[in-house]
């Protein structure tokens, strides 16, 4: 089914056996069970995606619940195992991972989530909380745990580290919660970061704050992130790529600026539609929406995935080929029939 | 605004205070706003401001715990804070002021059919029998774009999107005066969002009613707005119509909330807030604001007036008297 | 831990828990201070030592603070024995190898019934001449009654019930015909009929040794129809002695079955959770089938077949209750907690399985567990009563249900001996209250959303 993808290994963001973490045709896919046994099909989370995150990079993928982002993340979090294809890392090839060497994957990598009082164990004070993976991986010396925890703490700005340390989850607000997520993500150093949604659960008036911090951890320490979100209107301050995704695909993928000023596929027009930023104007508009709902990933429609509710679709086309990823400008992907130079018709 | 509508609902200085074992927490603290037949009259507030606290004030749905409760709510030119409990009951809840709560869609009831949900508000505040109750039910199901056929369903047979207009067909099947929605989209993806965005538009058009939004979304709450009214520390700080105050907020809180918000279209820095909220529990005296307000100033520490500006805009400052 | 600790500092709000409370604590320091006191060994062979180590003690005595709620006052027990030094013998030398000792037994007697038995014990060390011994019985008005005499042997018991010659002697001096022995001792001469001349009595033992080396110990008992603070049974056993250590018993069998029961199954639970797949699949099954295997009939089979030892019946409710329908609760709380971001959160960061389960899964259900083990303990309490009262309690140790299965059988409610089964019933319901009423109350910290305003 992979052939028509065939052409995109000429942009180096797609392929790349240098960079930090490379997802090579990923598929990740759940097994339905009838009865507690016998095969009932698969749920296709993750259908053949591809891309590469280079050392001090952010990415953006963007997508609505239910697209996939979630199991891409687990799996590259070492959560999941892949179905097909592979997650490399760090030079380590995660479909060969196993056992020991696999806990030792995962905790290269710091995972910062959506509900940041659900990320916290709330039996757990913050020493102990920061302390926790220190010890999992082997740093047995005190003084170097402690000292850890005041760099970091430091860096997130939360002090005075002394009134910090013995407080439990429930005593900090939403946006300090979410700083000693972010501290325990960083705590061992990773490479990478993995930020599902980090602002999404908070208050207006500390998302930016907690969205430059992690821009300003991501500067300072050179790291790579994938930046998790359904919300299209903080991926401007954060990072240099975006890929949308739809029912466990990528549809689009360029630079940020290139994406949200010059969006290409039918599906990512409709979300940047469906976005608004504030302004009287919006209550005297109804907005284009495309009707229904994302499909079931247990039966994708054919072709197109998106088809059965894109407003461009063609007859004949979009339902029986699936579309390949089609290079607009540089940099610029697209998986959409429209832009063939054939078969399609831009928009 | 030269034409006003005709006004619906008047809250005047409402209170609500919840006993803890602390001390009493004075969620609602002397609101005042007004809402116009047609129109949508946006709470905006971030967490733990009280904005819940005024629907459930409003609707006098009281938890055990609540403590102070007074004020005014007219309703045209009735206070209905003066009714009894039994008759605010049967002749308010739900037949004039109607709700969606927070996260309506999870908490429709999954053992009934959506059709026998939605036509239920009918037969217990309107007194309508069985069939007269699901012919109702199946014209507003119709009305918010939920396909007849889903009548016969079970709630968790249904999207998000499919359940929260569901929900909102309960609120409005005994056409009430005043929809009150608590966050009715936060929890939905970005185009569910902006289709029930679109239906509540339509639906504010087209029916007699008028909508109070509650939201800590401030461009969402931009869609449906015609009036905005700005809570922090349990106090509203700034009524206004809604093109004035999304182009030139007034109150220094609605300044920088506006700026804390993050543009797809535009490329404006945003700002964050430094600081916290105060506690509900012992809020300062003076203006509650005023630790983290960038245009402090001495007279800050005594209680701030709502002042008329601009005509009709009303703001709690300093600055402007 | 901290959140524990101030879940317990919150306690203090509920005047039910704070009883509760002090009622437990109380209960822990009888049960710790009863072994140090009587150890285990001394108590078991006191219990079953029969009529040797009780012979001094009242048959079926009632608790002597019964006498409080009487309008007359029931005979109380009086022991005065010179061997424990409750009397010290006057000694004097009579001749070169003779010595007269004179003990003098005195003792109150504020009663107004009779008691039922006098006897005096004496033990007696000699070669050939048997020490011989003079009584004289003093009233508390001061009359003198000859009370007989007897040459001692190694032991030898006067009842003085059993005397003709008092007894004759007594219905001269009282004046009443075929009187017995005892109430003559104690009549009042100046009262009409036959009644209690309360006051304090004397008894004068003249006791002559004819060897040098020989010696003499005398023990008054005046057997009383009350004794002690909880009676006696039908063997004349004081039943504060398993009264108290029916205690230790108690709060070791409900606290050992209900903290190993509970951490076990919810260790098991957790595990088959987390593990999941087949071995969660097996916990199940084990689960169901052990929840139809009756607890009660298999600890009968196994009290009648094998041993009653208090402490198998332990071990084996403990290891039958494992797999109980416990398991099936935690199983549903922990599926929850298993799908929490900072399990997934812990497993990012490397995380073993087993710190998941000990470190993630437990510790956020512990504040639910706390409650159940304290509302758990009396109903294990219970059980090791009712298998006693089944008569399956343990041979050897004294516990509460032992004592309501002795008074069972041996008819006390149909004797009217209401307070042998009555004292332990109490103890088990005080225990039970106690334990259910910090128990409940915590669940009201613990678990917030019962907690009313």
């Excluded at chain 3, 018993?249 to 903290?259: E, K, N, S, V």
């Excluded at chain 3, 298993?338 to 956020?364: C, H, N, T, V």
């Excluded at chain 3, 512990?366 to 006693?388: D, G, H, N, Q, T």
């Amino acid at each position: 089914m992979s052939d028509v993808n065939a052409e995109i290994s000429a942009v180096d963001h797609i392929t790349n056996d240098q960079a930090l973490l490379q997802i090579k045709d990923l598929h990740v896919w759940y097994e339905l069970k009838r009865f507690g046994f016998g095969h009932a099909g698969y749920v296709r989370a993750v259908d053949n995606v591809r891309f590469v995150l280079e050392q001090g990079e952010a990415i953006a993928c963007v997508g609505e619940s239910g697209c996939g982002k979630s199991s891409l993340m687990k799996t590259i979090l070492g959560l999941n195992i892949p179905t097909k294809g592979d997650v490399i890392f760090d030079n380590t090839s995660l479909s060969q991972t196993k056992g020991e060497d696999l806990r030792r994957y995962r905790s290269k990598i710091g995972y910062i989530q959506q509900d940041p009082f659900g990320a916290l164990p709330p039996f757990m004070n913050v020493q102990s909380i920061l302390e926790e993976p220190m010890i999992i991986n082997g740093i047995k010396d005190k003084q170097e745990r402690r000292r850890r925890i005041e760099k970091i703490l430091e860096e997130v700005k939360l002090t005075p580290i002394e009134q910090v340390l013995p407080k439990f989850p429930h005593m900090l607000s939403g946006g300090q919660q979410q700083r000693v997520v972010i501290a325990r993500a960083m705590i061992m150093e990773p490479k990478l970061l993995v930020a599902d949604e980090p602002v999404s659960m908070l208050d207006a008036s500390v998302r930016v704050e907690i969205l430059r911090l992690l821009r300003k951890l991501q500067e300072e320490h050179h790291l790579a992130v994938l930046y998790i979100t359904h919300d299209l209107s903080t991926v401007r301050y954060f990072s240099e790529y975006i890929f949308v995704m739809y029912a466990g695909q990528i549809v689009e993928f360029a630079r940020m600026e290139d994406l949200l000023d010059n969006p290409k596929h039918p599906y990512t027009l409709a979300l940047l539609e469906a976005s608004s930023d504030p302004n009287a104007d919006n209550a005297l508009v109804q907005r284009e929406i495309p009707k229904g709902e994302p499909p079931s990933l247990v039966n994708p429609p054919k072709g197109c995935r998106f088809h059965p509710r894109c407003p461009y679709m063609m007859e004949g086309i979009c339902d029986v080929l699936e579309p390949p990823n089609i290079e607009v400008t540089p940099k610029h992907l697209v998986a959409c029939w429209l832009y063939d130079e054939e078969k399609g018709h831009a928009i | 605004m030269e034409q006003q509508n005709e006004l619906v609902l008047k809250v005047r200085n409402l209170r609500l205070y919840f006993n803890t074992h602390s001390g009493p927490v004075q969620a609602v603290d002397g609101v005042d706003f007004d809402l116009r037949k047609n129109e949508a009259t946006v709470i905006i507030g971030e967490s733990g401001c009280g904005k819940s606290s005024l629907a459930k004030a409003i609707l006098r749905l009281l938890p055990r715990n609540a403590g102070t409760y007074d004020g005014e709510v007219w309703l045209h030119d009735k206070n209905i804070m003066k009714l009894d409990d039994e008759s605010f009951r049967k002749e308010i809840r739900w037949k004039r002021i109607s709700m969606v709560p927070q996260a309506a869609m999870n908490a429709l009831n999954p053992v009934l059919k959506i059709g026998t949900q939605v036509a239920e508000p009918a037969m217990v505040h309107m007194n309508m029998n069985e069939e007269e109750a699901t012919k109702a039910a199946v014209r507003m199901l119709e009305h918010v774009g939920v396909p007849v056929d889903f009548l016969h369903r079970y709630s968790f047979e249904l999207s998000g999107g499919m359940r929260q207009r569901s929900a909102l067909a309960m609120a409005l099947v005994t056409l009430p005066d005043v929809v009150i929605l608590d966050e009715p989209t936060s929890a939905l993806d970005v185009l569910t969002q902006a289709s029930i965005m679109n239906l509540m538009k339509r639906m504010k058009k087209e029916l007699e009613t008028s909508f109070i939004l509650i939201t800590h979304d401030i461009a969402t709450s931009s869609e449906l707005a015609d009036n905005v009214a700005v809570m922090y520390a349990g106090q509203v700080v700034e009524v206004s119509d809604a093109r004035r105050f999304f182009t030139k907020p007034l109150h220094p809180y609605s300044h920088a909330l506006m700026a804390s918000v993050p543009r797809l279209r535009e490329t404006i820095e945003p700002e964050f807030i430094t600081g916290q909220p105060p506690s509900l529990l012992n809020p300062p005296t003076g203006c509650r604001f005023k630790d983290r307000c960038p245009k402090r100033f001495e007279k800050c520490d005594e209680e701030p007036p709502t002042v008329l500006v601009d005509g009709d805009r009303k703001v709690k400052c300093w600055l402007y008297v | 831990m901290k959140g524990i600790l101030s879940g317990l500092r919150q306690l203090r709000q509920y005047p039910t828990a704070i009883i509760g409370l002090i009622v437990i604590v109380i209960l822990m320091i009888v049960a710790i201070v009863t072994p140090i006191v009587l150890p285990y060994n001394q108590a078991v062979k006191m219990w079953r030592g029969g009529e040797a180590v009780w012979r001094y003690y009242p048959r079926n005595a009632s608790p002597a603070w019964t006498n409080w709620f009487r309008s007359t006052d029931l005979a109380g027990t009086v022991i005065i024995d010179s061997a424990k030094g409750d009397v010290e013998p006057v000694i004097e030398p009579i001749s070169a190898d003779t010595r007269e000792a004179r003990f003098s037994f005195e003792f109150d007697f504020p009663y107004d019934t009779f008691p039922p038995e006098i006897i005096l014990f004496s033990s007696a060390a000699y070669k050939d001449k048997q020490p011989f011994v003079e009584l004289t019985w003093i009233t508390p008005d001061g009359r003198e009654i000859r009370a007989g005499e007897f040459s001692s042997g190694a032991s030898t018991s006067v009842r003085f019930d059993q005397d003709t010659r008092l007894q004759r002697r007594l219905e001269r001096e009282t004046g009443i015909k075929g009187i017995s022995v005892i109430k003559g001792l104690f009549d009042d001469p100046n009262k009409e009929g036959v009644q209690v001349l309360q006051g304090t009595y004397r008894l004068d033992a003249t006791a002559l040794l004819f060897e040098p080396e020989s010696s003499l110990d005398l023990a008054f008992v005046s057997y009383g129809k009350v004794y002690g603070i909880a009676g006696t049974d039908h063997q004349r056993r004081d039943l504060t002695i398993a009264l108290l250590w029916g205690t230790p018993i108690a709060m070791a069998f409900g606290l050992l079955a209900a903290l190993l029961t509970t951490f076990t199954t919810m260790g098991i639970a957790a595990f088959g959770v987390w593990i999941g797949g087949w071995v969660d699949a097996v916990i199940q099954r084990i689960t169901e089938v052990n929840s139809i295997i009756p607890l009660l009939p298999i600890l009968i089979m196994v009290g009648t077949l094998y041993s009653r030892s208090v402490w198998l019946m332990l071990g084996l409710v403990i290891l039958l209750s494992i797999f109980g329908l416990g398991i099936k609760n935690y199983r549903a709380i922990f599926l929850q907690v298993k799908e929490s971001p900072y399990i997934d959160a812990a497993r990012a960061y490397g995380a073993s399985d087993m710190r998941i389960i000990f470190r993630y899964l437990i510790p956020r259900i512990l504040p639910l567990v706390i409650p159940a083990i304290v509302i758990l303990v009396p109903s294990y309490v219970f059980l090791e009563a009712s298998l006693a009262v089944l008569g399956l309690g343990d041979p050897f140790v004294p516990t509460w249900g032992k004592l309501i299965n002795d008074a069972n059988t041996q008819g006390a409610l149909f004797s009217g001996y209401y307070y042998w089964i009555l004292q332990p019933a109490a103890l088990l319901m005080i225990a039970g209250l106690a334990f259910a009423m910090v128990g409940f109350a915590l669940d009201r910290v613990f678990n917030p959303r019962l907690r009313e305003l």
